[in-house]
């Protein structure tokens, strides 16, 4: 088995150019596959309160949500890199408030970091929970927790004005002690000047192929999630099919007294 990456071993993927492996998980199993698989780090994101929970945004997810799903996470991936996503409304008040929560993350979800969603505006935030001695994952672009003020799921950076923004972000996140920064649906050539830019690893979803790595959301990846699929998703597998045509014979069989058979039943 690999050994789990630190911080430093993240750092210095960017430096020696070997590519950053990370997926999403929400649970016990999901968690043992992405381990299995090698990736070299799982996100518990926000997401979950689509992918899992049903909700029609990631803003309703609690904090106690969060950490029940990375627990059940760790359970699973007992040796790999953990960041769990701090949800909206849990950062949002002030460093005292990320701190505490931040904490709670480790302590009772045994996760070995967090992400904040922001740039410049939670840079002294980042920076209060690093001091604490919590490894922080910075993402910026496409925020989801607060999409609405952005103008909805759209491409960010593609004005000069806004491209500029987003390289000041990036940069006050790492001079924030960031261990490395999301990339969120911007233009590739943005993607690379940040990249180039900062000495902190860049992960990129829908931003290019010229990040420091990659990270997907583990239901797209494998066909579980079908209520809109991004652009920059690619299916590697159809579950989602192949659990439906399951469970459809399963009804037919036992409508038609096919299961269980006798070699699915007891003497």
């Given amino acids: 088995m690999a050994k789990k990456l630190t911080v430093p071993d993240i750092i210095a993927m960017k430096a020696q150019g070997e ?35 049903g909700y029609e945004s990631t803003v309703p997810v609690t904090v106690d949500e969060m950490i029940h799903h990375t627990k059940a996470v760790r359970r699973g991936a007992r040796n790999t890199f953990i960041i769990a996503d701090m949800p909206f409304g849990s ?34 935030v980042v920076e209060a929970v690093v001091r604490a001695g919590i490894p922080v994952l910075g993402h910026i672009g ?36 960031a261990f490395a920064v999301v990339l969120e649906c911007i233009p590739k050539n943005l993607a690379k000047e940040i990249t180039e830019r900062i000495t902190i690893p860049t992960i990129g979803i829908g931003a290019g192929p010229f990040c420091d790595g990659q990270v997907l959301v583990y239901n797209d990846v494998v066909g579980l999630f079908e209520k809109f699929i991004p652009k920059f998703v690619k299916r590697y597998a159809e579950l989602g099919e192949m659990a439906l045509k399951g469970l459809m014979q399963y009804k037919q069989e036992v409508k038609e007294s096919i299961f269980p058979d006798d070699e699915h039943s007891f003497d």
């Fill in 91 to 124: 950062y949002n008040s002030g460093i005292t408030q990320a701190v505490a929560n931040a904490v709670r993350f480790l302590k009772e979800g045994g996760a070995d970091a967090v992400k904040l969603e922001g740039g410049t505006e939670v840079a002294d």
């Fill in 19 to 53: 590519k950053i492996t990370m997926m999403t998980a929400y649970d016990y199993p999901t968690g043992l596959l992405v381990e299995k698989a090698g990736i070299d780090t799982i996100l518990v994101g926000d997401s979950l309160a689509m992918t899992v929970l």
């Fill in 142 to 177: 496409l925020t989801p927790q607060t999409v609405t003020q952005l103008g909805g799921y759209k491409v960010q950076g593609r004005d000069q004005k806004r491209a500029r923004k987003l390289i000041e972000d990036a940069e006050a996140l790492s001079r924030a002690g």
